[in-house]
């Protein structure tokens, strides 16, 4: 609601921050709705996703996450100038939809995810993922970037920082809700097959308190001890689900964001040297920032 008093706010003042009128090129229309959607899902997805299975499943620290997260950051510094270049000679939406692909790609590898997966079993899908990123987000800059005229440079640049802003919070809180109702669906679903009195939960109860039988510690005897593991395994297992699903809905979006790659408008100038230019620093920041966040 908040967003829709602020556009209805924006249309009706003398002065808006924002002129909405640039929305009604094409060119900037697009590239506006994929800069929302390539952050929030591509970059929100390495860092939010990938780094919540580490810390819940795996255990491990920031430090630790921020080492599996450089595979996906480092690159970037070699392929943005590279793509840079590529787009001189080869259509912006070309080279996005290698990059949706590519995010796609990355995404459907690591729906094989499984709890014994460590920070080196993301690393060809992290490097994919880079590429993906490096194409189509520097695509998608110079694709809005090729019409810019002097006297709208301004609301055009501010258009696709909100844009980007948008799509990294939207972005977070649909990955995040997502991860947690999926990970309570699965909790009740493997709950199902998991009932005191059934042989198999018996057995594994008493398989899990043998090592607990001589050193009975913490919340008491050996049985309530290998229940309690018995439920963090309960627990673990119904993540690993969760995130295969958000790995899937990242992969399905991505290869939506294919069609829409394709079907985008031709731009009708290229992006001169100094754009060019300035879209390498821009990028090259950003993908910095993302190394140490």
């Known amino acids: 609601m908040l967003i829709v008093a602020f556009v209805i706010h924006e249309a009706g003042v003398e002065y808006p921050l924002i002129h909405l009128s640039v929305l009604a090129r094409p060119n900037i229309a697009v590239a506006a709705l994929l800069i929302l959607i390539y952050p929030g899902f591509g970059t929100t997805g390495a860092s939010f996703v990938l780094a919540d299975y580490l810390t819940r499943v795996q255990g491990l620290r920031a430090l630790q996450i921020g080492d599996a997260l450089n595979w996906i950051a480092l690159p970037q510094f070699v392929l943005v100038p590279f793509v840079a270049l590529l787009l001189k000679r080869i259509d912006a939406r070309l080279l996005l939809v290698f990059g949706a692909t590519m995010l796609a790609i990355g995404s459907w590898i690591q729906t ?4 014994d997966w460590a920070s080196g079993d993301f690393v060809v899908s992290q490097l994919i993922e880079a590429v993906g990123l490096a194409f189509a987000i520097t695509s998608v800059i110079a694709f809005a970037a090729a019409n810019v005229t002097p006297a709208r440079a301004a609301a055009i640049a501010t258009t696709i920082q909100i844009a980007r802003w948008l799509g990294n919070e939207i972005g977070g809180v649909v990955l995040e809700t997502f991860v947690r109702v999926r990970e309570q669906v699965y909790s009740n679903l493997i709950g199902l097959h998991v009932v005191t009195g059934l042989q198999a939960t018996e057995q594994a109860t008493a398989q899990l308190a043998s090592p607990f039988d001589s050193r009975a510690t913490g919340i008491g005897e050996p049985v309530a001890q290998s229940t309690a593991v018995l439920a963090s395994l309960v627990r673990r297992e119904a993540y690993v689900w969760a995130y295969i699903d958000a790995f899937w809905l990242i992969a399905w979006d991505f290869a939506a964001r294919y069609s829409a790659g394709a079907a985008a408008p031709p731009t009708t100038a290229e992006p001169d040297n100094s754009i060019a230019r300035s879209l390498m ?13």
């Open 281 to 293: 620093n821009l990028r090259l920041i950003l993908a910095l920032g993302r190394t140490y966040v």
């Open 112 to 115: 094989e995810l499984t709890h």
